[in-house]
């Protein structure tokens, strides 16, 4: 029989089937579900590799540490008992000495259980690794439209006359989502490219705008300055559905395009062509993802955007919109099921009385209603020595921490930490227990894609040795910390379906979603969704904004320099990108021998004159430093990025030499620029 799963890497959410056969399993192609994002069945490098997931080095029973990175096996009753007196002792003095760490890589249910467990023993602290990527996505979509999600679905992609792909690789990044842009581009679209390397992504482009990183607000004020001085606004739009339109016209008036070519270095000419092409489309779209957000000024960058979307009009109607391209298959949804420090399930804000009341009523205990920490600021606190525990799910923050070298001191400072993962990774080494999970595969839950699309992924495969699913895991130190209430005032869950359907309940977008509808559509429904009867909603805002006066919000915004720019001590600019075979931090595509034959090791790339400066040799190596730390790479020598610009894929732990600086609204790290020097070793 063959099973039907969404694929466990990234956001497109691509279905696929695994079927059990007398030598194995094998994957088959979905071919056979219309309105999928994969309708036509296919799948990228990693989604054609998961079936690796079966990796012989998986976590098969629960781990206790005698030493750092020295483990014995114990029973789960064993791990479940000490997890819980730990945490029960530390939250008995200090609440906020705990922090908790969601993941967008498991399912919408375990992720609104670790929530509420964090919620229910008296904090706020709980994050997840949406913080290092859409972070200020999601607080800058929601100041200006009212929510902090992507507006449309990739069927308006398709139907878009121009499609506006700023800060992110999307051949390589979203690689089966991208051929919504290929079919558009077959029938006629323009594609516009805003990036600082010349990508495979660029090289479709028919207007390539190569930027500096960290000048994203200057670019965009440039667009708005031609687009008004021009008159080609969509004036009625802006009148009836926009605020703040004359202070937005007022600030971008001094950013010509002459003044954005001297801060960009894009021709001011590109620049022009750039905003017509735009204002004039019928129908346009804008996506992006981390060359965007990952800023100290990421709020603004996507206010900036969000701002050029609305002034044009291009958005509330198909073929037009905003669509941030989420990173891993369930970031929308870890987000919406608020595994966020600011919010309870369905974004509704822990400073609302009203709200927490609601939750307090439905869970049946007190809640705080003190904003959290987020996952950057637990590291500062834990380095200052006030955070004393940690529970991590399914995350590698060793590798993924913008200077992550602080991560590492800032976890060995803790009195506890707690990994639920499927593999062993630099993050469990430091664990005091290890709790082995089910992989996706493994188990079955909900998870919602970069378009809000809520599937059903089945159980495929029997896991291996004794792991568990992580709603199952969740709900067991819930109740080894005494949370035995029925309903949802306890955790005694007897599946996935059952904590989804208490998601309903205390979710409005989620409300109709229930079980039942979704594994009878593999397509899976659209929030929100307020009913059962209910379609779902696959475009937002075609009547009115979600703000609290229906109207967008246009932001003026200033450009700012990144936190860091070059000096004579480190003379360049480092960016870091991704390669299409691997995934994150390596924990699931590391373990395929396919991908890492084919994608075997990080290139630093650097211009050919500077090369030359520098000393370095193509495929010679070079040795990246920056204030924070040092990192060797192999060298590739191209004219894809511009002179004074390196760039170096973080897979691999390249994060030591990023910045932890943070934006100051959404907590996002500065890790896209920042100021290094390179030298041969
Ligand atoms: Fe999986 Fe994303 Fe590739 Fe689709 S595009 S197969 S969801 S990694």
Known sequence: MKVPVVCPYCGVGCRLYIEQTPSGYRLDYADDVPGIPNENGSLCPKGNAVLDLLSKDRLRKPLKAKEEGKFVEVSWGEAIKEVAERLREIARDDPNGLMFFGSAKTYNEPNYLVQKLARMLGTNNIDHCARLCHSSTVAGLKAVFGAGAMTNTYRDIERADVIMIWGHNYAETHPVGFRYVIKAKERGARVIVVDPRYTRTAWFSDIFLQLYPGTDIALANGLMHVII??????????????????????????????????????????????????????????????????????????RAVATLIAITGHIGKPGNGASPMRGQNNVQGACDLGVLPNVFPGYQAVTDEEKRMFFEEFWGTELSGEVGLTTVEATHEALKGRL?????????????????????????????????????????????????????????????????????????????????????????????????????????????????????????????????????????????????????????????????????????????????????????????????????????????????????????????????????????????????????????????????????????????????????VSKIPDTKACACRVKPV
């Open 229 to 302: 001085k021009h008159g080609l606004h969509d004036k009625e739009f802006v009148e009836r559905r926009t605020v703040g339109f004359q202070e937005l016209k007022k600030t971008v008036e001094k950013y010509t395009p002459e003044r954005v070519e001297e801060i960009t270095g894009v021709p001011a000419e590109l620049i022009e062509e750039a905003a017509v092409t735009f204002a004039k489309a019928e129908n346009a779209v804008v996506t992006w993802a981390m060359g965007l957000t990952q800023s100290v000024h990421g709020y603004d960058n996507v």
């Open 388 to 664: 004393k525990a940690y529970y991590i799910v399914g995350e590698n923050p060793v590798i993924s921490e913008a200077n992550s070298k602080n991560a590492v001191k800032a976890l060995r400072r803790l009195e506890f930490l707690v990994v639920q993962d499927i593999f062993p990774t630099e993050t469990t080494r430091l664990a005091d227990i290890v709790l082995p999970a089910t992989s996706m595969l493994e188990n079955e839950g909900s998870l919602t894609n970069t378009e809000r699309r809520v599937q059903w992924s089945f159980k495929a495969i029997e896991p291996p040795g004794e792991a568990r699913p992580d709603w199952w895991i969740v709900s067991e130190v819930g109740k080894a910390l005494g949370f035995t209430g029925s309903g949802p005032k306890g955790f005694n869950y007897r599946s996935a379906e059952d904590v989804l359907r208490e998601i309903n309940a205390c979710t409005p977008q989620y409300r109709g979603i229930t079980p039942e509808r979704l594994k009878a559509n593999l397509a899976g429904i659209h929030w929100p969704c307020p009913s059962e009867d209910h379609p779902g909603t696959p475009l937002l805002y075609t009547e009115r904004f979600l703000t609290p006066d229906g109207k967008a919000h246009l932001a003026a915004v200033e450009h700012r320099p990144p936190a860091e720019t070059p000096d004579d001590e480190y003379p360049l600019i480092l960016t870091t990108t991704r390669y299409v075979g691997h995934f994150h931090t390596l924990t699931m595509t590391g373990r395929s021998e396919l991908l890492r034959k084919r994608w075997r090791e990080p290139f630093l790339e650097v211009h050919p004159g500077d090369a030359r400066r520098f000393g370095l040799e193509d495929n010679g190596w070079a040795l990246i430093e920056t204030r924070r730390g040092r990192y060797a790479a192999r060298v590739k020598v191209t004219k894809a990025v511009k002179p004074g610009v390196v760039a170096i894929p973080w897979h691999w732990g390249a994060n030591v030499l990023t910045n932890d600086v943070l934006d100051p």
